[in-house]
Structures are given as structure tokens and as C-alpha cells.
T-cell receptor, first 114, second 111 residues
């Protein structure tokens, strides 16, 4: 089945460590996005990419990095520079280049700093 | 940056009641989307709207694209326990590269 897969579902990180969250889609979508969600809050955009080898900062990019080497994959690295990384992270994709604007989300990764 | 004002922030209703929520913006949008998020899961797309005045239904859910293009409404009829969750609106302006999301409406249903 076509979809968007995030892994792992739960992730624990020690302070000072970098961690990478995986996001893979087989929907043949051009655009991919990373959002952060804090308890009781809405979605805040971290980074987005409309095409392979290109990406743009969102509203809260500091302390995060991404890569887009393949159309299907958009991993997010939470670096030690992110002061408060504990949150629920959501990846999404959409067929932007074909003017299909609906974004479809993965199941999310809950990151906890211990 | 652009913002969507979604209201109410939370709703506490009895099973069987109808629900209404809305999103407003100071900007003109050419696409409105409504999502539902269950606890610990990613949002799921419910309804997409593309034309001003458009009224679209998905089962007990009905959404409308406001005529001014600055607002959208979502109604849920005869609520049931599985309707519990957070509902998000999202919109895109002409030429924008990304969606703008509302802050969400948290729906709680008393059986």
C-alpha cells in the first residue's frame, strides 16, 4: 500500500546527542515536510523540501538539519543545539509539483530526552 | 507569518450532539483542508476544499469554503465517541510553498 512511514515510533536520546528520525514515502510525492508538535499545541514547520537536493527552513529550524538525497526519503536530525527537543515529530508529503496540495502525514515519532 | 485562527480551542459535548468549528484568516486562501488527529497518531485528511462557496461532505462531516475565501467551517452531525480527537484546519494561499495550520480544536464527547 502507498503511504508515508516514520521510524522509530518512540525514540529516547541523552542530552548532547544527535538523533536522526526517518521518513520514507512511496506516494511519488515531490514535496516533504517536517513538523514539531508539543503537548496541546498545533503543528510548527521545521523544514520542507519541494525537490531532491533542495530544502528550505521553516518557522523553527534552529537545532535541526535535514537532507533530501532521494525523492522517497527526508530524514530529520535533531542536533545537540536544539535546547528542548522532547516533542512529537510529524513528517508529511504532498505532490506539490503537480499542484496537489493535500499533505499526507506519517504516524509520528515521539522523541524524549532522558 | 500567516496565521489561521481556529475556534473554539476545545469543545465538551454529549454524544449525539452536532459540532461546529471554524477557521479564519486575514489572508485570502485558495485551498482549505481539514484534518483529524487521534492521540499519538498523525493527522488524517478529512476534507479538501478548492473553490469559494464549495460545500463538501464526508459521511457525517460537512465543510465549507467561505465566500470571502478567508474562512472555512467544519460541522459534525450526530457525534459519536470515535469523533474524539483534535481537528486542524489548514490553508494555502496562491503561490505559497507550504500549508498554514490552525492551532486545532480538541473535541471531547461525554457518552
Amino acid at each position: 500500500d502507498g503511504g508515508i512511514t516514520q521510524s522509530p515510533k518512540y525514540l529516547f536520546r541523552k542530552e548532547g546527542q544527535n538523533v536522526t528520525l526517518s521518513c520514507e514515502q512511496n506516494l511519488n510525492h515531490d514535496a516533504m515536510y517536517w513538523y514539531r508538535q508539543d503537548p496541546g499545541q498545533g503543528l510548527r514547520l521545521i523544514y520542507y523540501s519541494q525537490i531532491v537536493n533542495d530544502f528550505q527552513k521553516g518557522d523553527i529550524a534552529e537545532g535541526y538539519s535535514v537532507s533530501r538525497e532521494k525523492k522517497e526519503s527526508f530524514p530529520l536530525t535533531v542536533t545537540s543545539a536544539q535546547k528542548n527537543p522532547t516533542a512529537f515529530y510529524l513528517c508529511a508529503s504532498s505532490g506539490w509539483a503537480r499542484s496537489i496540495v493535500e499533505a499526507f502525514f506519517g504516524q509520528g515519532t515521539r522523541l524524549t530526552v532522558v | 507569518g500567516q496565521q489561521l485562527n481556529q475556534s473554539p480551542q476545545s469543545m465538551f459535548i454529549q454524544e449525539g450532539e452536532d459540532v461546529s468549528m471554524n477557521c479564519t484568516s486575514s489572508s485570502i486562501f485558495n485551498t482549505w483542508l481539514w484534518y483529524k488527529q487521534d492521540p499519538g497518531e498523525g493527522p488524517v485528511l478529512l476534507i479538501a476544499l478548492y473553490k469559494a462557496g464549495e460545500l463538501t461532505s464526508n459521511g457525517r462531516l460537512t465543510a465549507q469554503f467561505g465566500i470571502t475565501r478567508k474562512d472555512s467551517f467544519l460541522n459534525i452531525s450526530a457525534s459519536i465517541p470515535s469523533d474524539v480527537g483534535i481537528y486542524f484546519c489548514a490553508g494555502r494561499t496562491q503561490g505559497a510553498q507550504k500549508l498554514v495550520f490552525g492551532q486545532g480544536t480538541r473535541l471531547t464527547i461525554n457518552p
